[in-house]
């Protein structure tokens, strides 16, 4: 139980501290993407056969297994990293990286419409519903088109993301419009360190 709090309490506030990042991008017009070279830093395990994030600052093809992982609608702003995090601390599931959040557009912008923690794997827990607003559910595998990139969380990042992999759909005849962000980091590391990746789930064939 003291691994599993301490895996929970190192990563508790990522998704807070990315998003709070927003407030001050757009003041902000000197940010950029580091120009060091990125390098992932490993804090929790990611979900069994999950890929390692990257190539950073590049589109890249890439194919993630079936996973289970507790879903709840919303974003941080109503919630929605507390409700996952006392669901997995209630239910003693081991915290992963990365968290997910589910995005929509909205004004050209891509607005956060839900997010899921991840389980270990689909033998961990059980599906279904926990109270009201957290569901846990199996998700397929899925192929995607990826965009990773090291540095804040902010509008002008996921905008430069959002382009690229748009770019890349375009070259493909594709439309896609299902769009995710992967957070893998915690507040134990540097906003310009942290490591992001913006996907879009390909169409089945």
């Not at 690229?164 to 360190?193: C, F, H, M, S, W």
Request: net charge positive; proline share 7%.
């Amino acid at each position: 139980m003291l691994a599993i709090m301490k895996r929970i309490m190192l990563i508790t506030t990522m998704v807070f501290s990315g998003f709070m990042s927003d407030v001050t991008a757009q003041e902000a017009p000197k940010e950029k993407m580091t120009k060091d070279v990125p390098k992932y830093q490993a804090e929790a395990p990611l979900p069994e056969g999950w890929p390692t994030p990257g190539p950073y600052d590049l589109v890249s093809e890439k194919k993630f297994p079936a996973y289970r992982a507790a879903y709840t609608p919303g974003s941080w702003q109503n919630f929605a990293f507390m409700r996952l995090f006392k669901h997995i601390q209630r239910k003693e599931i081991p915290m992963t990286s990365p968290v997910e959040m589910k995005m929509e557009q909205k004004n050209k912008n891509l607005k956060m419409e839900s997010m899921a923690f991840m389980y270990q794997n689909t033998e961990v827990g059980k599906t279904g519903k926990d109270g009201e607003r957290v569901e846990v559910r199996d998700v397929p595998a899925m192929k995607t088109l990826c965009f990773t990139w090291q540095g804040k969380n902010s509008a002008k990042n996921r905008k430069i993301a959002k382009t690229a992999l748009e770019t890349e759909l375009q070259k493909r005849g594709l439309e896609g419009a299902d769009y995710r962000i992967l957070g893998y980091n915690g507040p134990g590391v540097p906003n310009d360190k942290k490591t992001w990746e913006m996907l879009v789930v390909l169409p089945k064939k």
